[in-house]
């Protein structure tokens, strides 16, 4: 099981940036993937972008080319790096790891705690 520790969430007004951070710890090892989740108040816990092991990529619509997903092996850490924030991207943030695809089944990955980023208007 992996372990991860999400950070860097917060309070910006619309139009803002913010750069969140997971470091992770465990028995990790290729292939997997990682990703960046949200949940709104009242609404399900969606994905937002996803890295696998091969470095390839995937966003959802309303967040592509607005925010970016990468990580650093040498410091164990993901990143999401948020541009253009928008109020609709108020919700808590968790970082997730899988091993082996990108299923995206909560069942098969370890989550973190969440990091909550709030943007007003």
């Known amino acids: 099981q992996v372990q991860l520790v999400e950070s860097g969430g917060g309070s910006v007004q619309a139009g803002g940036s913010l750069r969140l951070s997971c470091v992770t710890s465990?028995?990790?090892?290729?292939?997997?993937?990682m990703g960046w989740f949200r949940q709104a108040p009242g609404q399900e816990r969606v994905v937002v972008a996803t890295l696998k092991s091969d470095g390839s990529t995937h966003y959802v619509a309303s967040v592509k080319g607005r925010f970016t997903i990468s990580e650093d092996n040498a410091k164990n850490t993901l990143y999401l790096q948020m541009y253009s924030l928008k109020p609709e991207d108020t919700a808590m943030y968790y970082c997730?790891?899988?091993?082996?695809?990108?299923?995206?089944?909560?069942?098969?990955?370890?989550w973190g705690r969440g990091t909550q980023v709030t943007v007003s208007s």
């Open positions: 465990g028995n990790s090892s290729a292939p997997y993937c």
């Open positions: 997730t790891h899988e091993t082996g695809g990108c299923t995206g089944i909560p069942y098969n990955l370890d």
